[in-house]
């Protein structure tokens, strides 16, 4: 093992063990103060049908769900595929568009397995389809946004560009995340879940893309 290999391996780990501990929590029933107690800090007390800060974050807040979703993930997909095939990158071009559109797969195999439902707690502020566990949304962006920054950051030179960079995809993954919660169509958890498991899915394909390209 190489030192470059320690720390997809580490958040391979560490994004596996959390995804299970909370779907053990979940599937228990266990998690539901937190759930309630998360969801119910985005809304205004005494209304739970109000979201906090709503005659100006509900928008910006669909707009950001939206960078989480199929129609702009598959966008983001084609983009950078097309820019790596150009480059004649073809592996990471066809790697890219696995560890993504894999993605996908994952999310709706773990949503039937797992079907919980969506919060009832709280309005729902956009479109949901399907179950809650883990969001598709948060699981789908941390694959995409991390994959991308990491391939973008590691072409760069200077260590603060490439800091700026993955800053950005990290940012990018909170951000879709925290909107799935304050548009109250996941439970925290779901998010918790896409984010762990995303993470170490993520980490996955880039091992695989870096033992490919060696080779």
Not at 60 to 80: E, K, S
Not at 98 to 107: D, F, H, P, R, V
Not at 113 to 134: E, K, M, N, Q, Y
Not at 136 to 150: C, E, K, N, P, Y
């Amino acid at each position: 093992m190489t030192r470059a290999d320690r720390w997809p391996l580490a958040l391979i780990a560490l994004g596996v063990l959390g995804f299970a501990s909370l779907a053990g929590l979940v599937s228990a029933g266990a998690a539901h103060g937190f759930d309630h107690g998360v969801l119910s800090w985005f809304r205004v007390p005494g209304d739970l049908s109000q979201p906090v800060f709503s005659a100006w974050l509900t928008h910006p807040m669909a707009d950001i769900t939206a960078l989480g979703g199929y129609t702009a993930l598959t966008l983001l997909t084609l983009g950078a595929a097309l820019y790596y095939a150009l480059l004649r990158n073809y592996v990471t071009a066809i790697i890219l568009s696995l560890a993504i559109g894999s993605s996908g797969l994952l999310t709706h195999l773990l949503k039937q397995g797992i079907d919980r439902l969506r919060p009832d707690l709280v309005d729902h502020l956009t479109h949901t389809a399907h179950s809650s566990f883990p969001s598709g949304h948060a699981l789908q962006a941390t694959v995409a946004f991390l994959i991308i920054g990491a391939l973008l950051a590691s072409g760069q030179p200077a260590r603060p560009i490439r800091t700026l960079i993955f800053a950005g995809a990290i940012l990018l993954t909170f951000l879709v995340g925290i909107s799935r919660i304050y548009l109250g169509v996941h439970w925290p958890t779901d998010v918790l879940a896409g984010w762990c498991l995303g993470t170490a899915w993520a980490a996955l394909w880039w091992l695989v893309l870096r033992r490919v390209a060696a080779r």
